[in-house]
């Protein structure tokens, strides 16, 4: 295998890694976020309650 076909490998990879990187990134904040749409309805459930 020559160095440019490795190199060319190695730059997917790194590709790869962070495409990863960005998608795990971006499925976390779905989640924080709608943990934090969950909190504001308890929120509002407990406020309306409470009056």
Do not use: F
């Amino acid at each position: 295998m020559d160095d440019t076909h490795l190199e060319k490998l190695r730059k997917r990879h790194r590709a790869l890694d962070r495409l990863i990187d960005t998608t795990k990134a971006l499925s976390r904040q779905g989640e924080l976020a709608q943990l934090k749409r969950q909190r504001l309805r308890l929120k509002d459930r407990i406020a309306q309650a409470a009056s």
